[in-house]
């Protein structure tokens, strides 16, 4: 049996902060209507996505004590790669001196899980090391006179190094899922500027991200009583309280950054899950829930044992 192990972590962000009061300098919205309604105070703006997948995957090798060289392969979780073609993945694995393969995946704010769960197959197929990363600079496709649109979305990255261990390893249960008749409610046309029916994505939110994380919890033969963290993706915090109430966990239980940087699609949740590991949230023997969702419709859910 092989599987894997988290060894390294690390995050990045731009210096500069916007506020939801500066947004409201130039849109008709308030500071209190943006709380209220999604949790958030202040996201990050700037940079590039390789700029910040560097720095975030930087961090986590440092973490883990590894250098570029130790691995195999850099999967880069993003939706606002650098370019279209070639990937951004390229960029970091050259910026970082991996000599292994590169590669980007886009499955929207799911991503980060999906390549959590590829990372292990591949691992299990012959790769020893791993640096995942959720990268994004949703800012440069945020239409920023839309006050529907540009409330919600930030820039970040955060990084882990996975390596191969002799056992199962530490991912207990998984489950990815896609829904492409979906396609329309959350999107962004080549040259465009991301397109929502908010409600809408809303409505079925709450419900994939609490079948993801029941379907997950199955695999792994546990049940939410067995979670002592979740890690949700970060897209508005009445949706992480309202699958936390119906998946029957106190949402104090859930590990929260948006308030902080927004909706950062694949980059939340590796924001968030290292948020709680150094702010002393986890612990040795933690049973850690990671559940998104995003455009496409895609959705995962991830149930990870953190053994360091
Ligand atoms: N500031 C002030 N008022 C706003 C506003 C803003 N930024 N955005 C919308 N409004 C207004 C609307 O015009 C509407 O006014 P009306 O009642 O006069 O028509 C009212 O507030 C309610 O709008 P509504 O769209 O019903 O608000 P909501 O509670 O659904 O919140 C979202 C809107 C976008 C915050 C919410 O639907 C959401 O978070 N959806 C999920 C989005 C998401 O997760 N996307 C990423 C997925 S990965």
């Known amino acids: 049996m092989t599987g894997l192990t988290v060894t390294g972590w690390g995050t990045a962000l731009p210096d500069r902060i916007v506020t939801n009061a500066e947004l409201a300098e130039s849109l008709d919205t308030s500071d209190?209507?943006?709380?209220?309604?999604?949790?958030?105070?202040?996201?990050?703006?700037?940079?590039?996505?390789?700029?910040?997948?560097?720095?975030?995957?930087?961090a986590a090798l440092e973490r883990a004590g590894r250098r570029g060289d130790d691995i195999d392969l850099v999967l880069l979780a993003t939706t606002t790669g650098d370019r279209i073609v070639?990937?951004?993945?390229?960029?970091?694995?050259?910026?970082?001196?991996?000599?292994?393969?590169?590669?980007?995946?886009?499955?929207?704010?799911?991503?980060?899980?999906?390549?959590?769960?590829?990372?292990?197959?591949?691992?299990?197929?012959?790769?020893?090391?791993?640096?995942?990363?959720?990268?994004?600079?949703?800012?440069?496709?945020?239409?920023?006179?839309?006050?529907?649109?540009?409330?919600?979305?930030?820039?970040?990255?955060?990084?882990?190094v996975l390596e191969a261990t002799d056992d199962a390893g530490d991912l207990l249960g998984w489950d990815l899922g896609s829904d492409g008749s979906a396609t329309h409610i959350l999107k962004c046309e080549h040259g465009g500027t991301i397109e929502m029916d908010g409600k809408e994505v809303f409505r079925r939110a709450v419900r994939v991200m609490v079948d993801s994380s029941k379907a997950s919890l199955?695999?792994?033969?546990?049940?939410?009583?067995?979670?002592?963290?979740?890690?949700?993706?970060?897209?508005?915090?009445?949706?992480?309280?309202?699958?936390?109430?119906?998946?029957?966990?106190?949402?104090?239980?859930?590990?929260?950054?948006?308030?902080?940087?927004?909706?950062?699609?694949?980059?939340?949740?590796?924001?968030?899950?290292?948020?709680?590991?150094?702010?002393g949230r986890v612990t040795t023997g933690d049973t850690l829930l990671l559940t998104g969702f995003g455009a496409g419709m895609t959705w995962g859910s991830a149930v990870l044992r953190w053994s360091r």
């Open 32 to 58: 209190d209507w943006i709380l209220e309604r999604t949790g958030i105070r202040e996201r990050r703006v700037g940079g590039t996505t390789s700029e910040l997948a560097i720095a975030a995957g930087r």
């Open 218 to 279: 199955e695999h792994a033969g546990l049940t939410i009583d067995d979670v002592d963290l979740v890690i949700p993706h970060q897209a508005n915090l009445r949706i992480i309280h309202s699958a936390c109430q119906k998946l029957g966990i106190d949402h104090e239980r859930a590990s929260i950054v948006i308030d902080r940087y927004g909706n950062t699609s694949s980059a939340s949740i590796p924001l968030a899950l290292v948020d709680a590991i150094e702010t």
């Open 86 to 160: 070639p990937a951004t993945a390229p960029t970091v694995q050259e910026a970082l001196g991996i000599p292994g393969g590169a590669v980007d995946l886009n499955a929207a704010c799911s991503g980060f899980v999906y390549g959590l769960v590829l990372a292990n197959g591949m691992l299990a197929t012959g790769a020893r090391r791993i640096l995942l990363i959720g990268a994004e600079t949703l800012s440069s496709i945020t239409d920023w006179t839309d006050r529907s649109n540009a409330i919600l979305f930030g820039d970040g990255a955060g990084a882990l």
